[in-house]
């Protein structure tokens, strides 16, 4: 059965509302007022019978000097609606098909308009012309009749014409399958050829403070307690800019860092120096990335700064810094301003720091500790990366490390059972992993769309940074 339009709103008014014009039950939205189904229909049947009267509008409207007189179909027609409707039709017709009592096909009130009740004690209607003229009251009007309501319209739409080739990409037919030039931006070159050359002397000459301990993760360890050793006992500094030239800094310092960390791990010593600076070049934002996250926990726990802010290690002082309010400047990378960059440099709440301090907080690692979770987190991305060799020597690097962790919490800390610190150790490197990937795939598209106008002599320093 074909669906046709209703004159009701798509969903039915509660049953707790009364009809505007007849005070029953109401049944939806009607002609724009919440009304029965039967004042509808009342509503609905005089505006109908009145569109029969348009032949009459026709006459009228047509430029016929004797229309001032009732012509011969005017009359057969007036006497023909009188007849079938038993109503009379008066000589003045409006273009409107909107029913007025006053000018339409609804007889008189006898009590001239003031029928004080609709119904009588049966529940019929007495006065039409006083019911349509309460539609009229409550709002009623045909405009409000709503079309194309039907879940499965019949209306046809005629489909618009495709846009041609030459049309969506601005180019006439004839160069269409032509490559145009490509645009060549020219970019600024930042030179890393010395930051690698010391890289190179620290791995060459070895741990600047060599020691002894029975496990390479103690000795990793102690390692880490000689950076946290090397810092001045001044005040953090505050930062409030970051330009080129603290970006830079920043990069040096935690390049270096790394390498002069690693460089006590001597099972490193396996591989030739080429491979070991490839590594360092490869793993060293990742020991940043958790190093940082370790500093920055301990500016918590030590309350050096409020949660907004973040404590920082920058060569031997510490920093602070709100990455939230700090003034931002990229000019000399970019073309495009702070707003834009923000999809390809996170500096808001959702900075890696900001969403994984609490978690380093809570753990509250110890050294031997954070040390296994940088190097499972710097083998194991050296590995994935590298492949081959390298992820052959990564996974034993990984194993041994695992079976100094052991020994360490059976036999120094006599903690057997240490698969709740194991587990949070590594959400915390799932979620910087997590990170490495989000920040590959920016990188990817800032690559493809010619974001940075900068490039770097040694690339692969800078990869998923």
């Known amino acids: 059965m074909p669906f046709s339009p209703s004159t009701s709103s798509q969903e039915e008014t509660p049953t707790s509302l009364t009809c505007s014009v007849c005070s029953q039950p109401a049944r939806g939205k009607h002609f724009g007022a919440i009304a029965c189904r039967a004042c509808a229909a009342f509503y609905r049947a005089p505006g109908q019978k009145l569109t029969g009267l348009r032949y009459l509008e026709?006459?009228?409207?047509?430029?016929?000097?004797?229309?001032?007189?009732?012509?011969?179909?005017?009359?057969?027609?007036?006497?023909?609606?009188?007849?079938?409707?038993?109503?009379?039709?008066?000589?003045?017709?409006?273009?409107s098909r909107r029913a007025d009592a006053s000018k339409t096909i609804i007889?008189?009130?006898?009590?001239?308009?003031?029928?004080?009740s609709l119904l009588n004690n049966n529940g019929?209607?007495?006065?039409?012309?006083?019911?349509?003229?309460?539609?009229?009251q409550v709002g009623m009007n045909s405009s409000n009749f709503q079309f194309d309501r039907d879940p499965i319209s019949t209306k046809f739409t005629e489909p618009g014409v495709p846009k041609s080739m030459?049309?969506?990409l601005g180019r006439p037919h004839c160069v269409i399958f032509v490559e145009p030039e490509r645009v060549v931006l020219k970019k600024e070159l930042i030179d890393c050829s010395e930051l690698v050359e010391k890289a190179r002397g620290i791995l060459e000459e070895g741990p600047g403070t060599p020691f002894s301990c029975k496990s390479?993760?103690?000795?990793?360890?102690?390692?880490?307690?000689?950076?946290?050793?090397?810092?001045?006992p001044g005040p953090a500094k505050l930062v409030t800019k970051y330009g080129k030239e603290e970006v830079l800094s920043f990069f040096e310092q935690d390049f270096l860092k790394a390498t002069r960390w690693f460089s006590y791990f001597d099972e490193m010593k396996e591989l030739e120096i080429d491979e070991r600076l490839e590594m360092i070049q490869a793993i060293w934002h990742v020991f940043s990335r958790l190093y940082k996250l370790s500093t920055a926990a301990i500016g918590r726990r030590r309350a050096v700064c409020e949660d907004q802010l973040l404590m920082i290690s920058h060569d031997t002082e510490y920093t602070v810094m709100d990455l939230t309010k700090i003034e931002f400047d990229y000019s000399w990378c970019t073309k495009y301003s702070n707003e834009q960059m923000q999809h390809f440099i996170d500096n808001t709440e959702n900075?890696?720091?900001?969403?994984?301090?609490?978690?380093?907080?809570?753990?509250?690692?110890?050294?031997?500790?954070?040390?296994?979770?940088?190097?499972?987190?710097?083998?194991?991305?050296?590995?994935?990366?590298?492949?081959?060799?390298?992820?052959?020597?990564?996974?034993?690097?990984?194993?041994r490390l695992a079976?100094?962790?052991?020994?360490?919490?059976?036999?120094?800390?006599?903690?057997?059972?240490?698969?709740?610190?194991?587990?949070?150790?590594?959400?915390?490197?799932?979620?910087?992993?997590?990170?490495?990937?989000?920040?590959?795939?920016?990188?990817?598209?800032?690559?493809?769309?010619d974001v940075y106008c900068i490039e770097y002599s040694?690339?692969?320093?800078?990869?998923?940074?």
């Open 216 to 232: 390479p993760l103690l000795k990793l360890a102690q390692a880490l307690q000689n950076l946290e050793l090397s810092h001045s």
């Open 124 to 136: 019929w209607f007495d006065c039409k012309y006083c019911r349509l003229q309460k539609c009229y």
């Open 403 to 449: 079976n100094d962790l052991h020994d360490f919490y059976v036999e120094d800390w006599r903690m057997p059972n240490y698969s709740g610190r194991m587990s949070m150790m590594l959400r915390i490197n799932n979620k910087i992993r997590e990170d490495i990937w989000k920040c590959r795939q920016k990188q990817e598209i800032a690559d493809i769309f």
């Open 351 to 399: 900075s890696f720091l900001y969403k994984l301090v609490d978690y380093m907080v809570d753990l509250k690692p110890m050294d031997v500790e954070l040390s296994f979770m940088i190097c499972q987190a710097c083998f194991h991305y050296a590995g994935q990366r590298f492949q081959g060799k390298i992820l052959e020597v990564c996974e034993g690097f990984q194993e």
């Open 58 to 95: 026709r006459l009228k409207n047509a430029k016929n000097p004797s229309f001032s007189k009732p012509s011969h179909d005017y009359t057969l027609l007036n006497g023909l609606f009188t007849l079938n409707l038993n109503i009379h039709i008066p000589t003045t017709v409006t273009s």
């Open 458 to 465: 040694h690339p692969e320093i800078f990869k998923d940074i």
């Open 107 to 116: 007889k008189a009130c006898k009590k001239g308009g003031n029928c004080q």
């Open 166 to 168: 030459e049309c969506f």
